[in-house]
């Protein structure tokens, strides 16, 4: 029986998993095919090229997130994104004051990092919750269940 059970490795699932893995035991699971399933998926054609499905690129406002960003630009996981927009409406203008990131293969970098040490099941989707005495009950589409404590209290630090 594991602490916690992280539904979807998007970047809110993958970001709560990592924070709580460094005490607690835990489990992700994801109805999609890979990390960053929902709205920061990414399709590979082949070997070299892929296509991110969600979210084109980030850019990081707040102070913490941007040392966040920028300590997973040391590590190769993201880099700032070089590419052009172009304007249909010629009156507007280019947005040079905010960094654009992109992942470095592919914008599931972040959640592939976040839960790299983490188990993860995909094609598994939550169907139902219950509670049972003192456990919470998970129901997966593939018919398995999975139990976690009730009343976990979390610190934040
Ligand atoms: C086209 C598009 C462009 C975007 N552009 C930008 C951008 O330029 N900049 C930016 O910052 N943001 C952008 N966003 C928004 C950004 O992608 C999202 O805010 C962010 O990815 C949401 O992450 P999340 O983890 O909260 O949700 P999601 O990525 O949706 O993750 C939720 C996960 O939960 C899984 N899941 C859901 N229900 C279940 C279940 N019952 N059982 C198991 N698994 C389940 C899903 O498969 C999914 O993987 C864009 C989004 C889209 C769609």
């Known amino acids: 029986m594991k602490d916690f059970c ?16 460094k005490k607690y035991s835990l489990d992700v ?3 999609a095919r ?12 082949n070997k070299k090229e892929s296509f991110d499905h969600g979210v084109q690129y980030i850019s ?9 960003i920028n300590n997973l630009i040391t590590k190769k996981i993201v880099k ?18 905010h960094l654009k990131i992109i992942g470095n ?9 976040l839960l790299k040490n983490i188990n993860c ?6 169907i139902k919750i219950s ?5 919470w009950e998970l129901d997966l589409s593939d018919g398995t269940k999975r139990f976690i404590f009730k009343n976990q209290k979390i610190n934040f630090y």
């Open 6 to 21: 992280i539904i979807g490795s998007g970047i809110s699932g993958a970001t709560i998993a990592n924070i709580l893995s």
């Open 121 to 126: 099941t995909f094609n598994s989707e939550l």
């Open 60 to 68: 990081p406002k707040s102070a913490p997130f941007k040392r966040f």
């Open 29 to 31: 699971y994801d109805k």
């Open 80 to 97: 700032t994104w070089q590419g052009k927009h172009i304007f249909l409406n010629t009156n507007k203008k280019k947005d040079k004051k």
């Open 34 to 45: 890979g990390v960053g399933g929902g709205r920061s998926s990414n399709k590979k054609f």
């Open 105 to 113: 293969k592919g914008n599931n970098s972040i959640s592939k990092y």
């Open 131 to 135: 509670n049972k005495d003192n456990v």
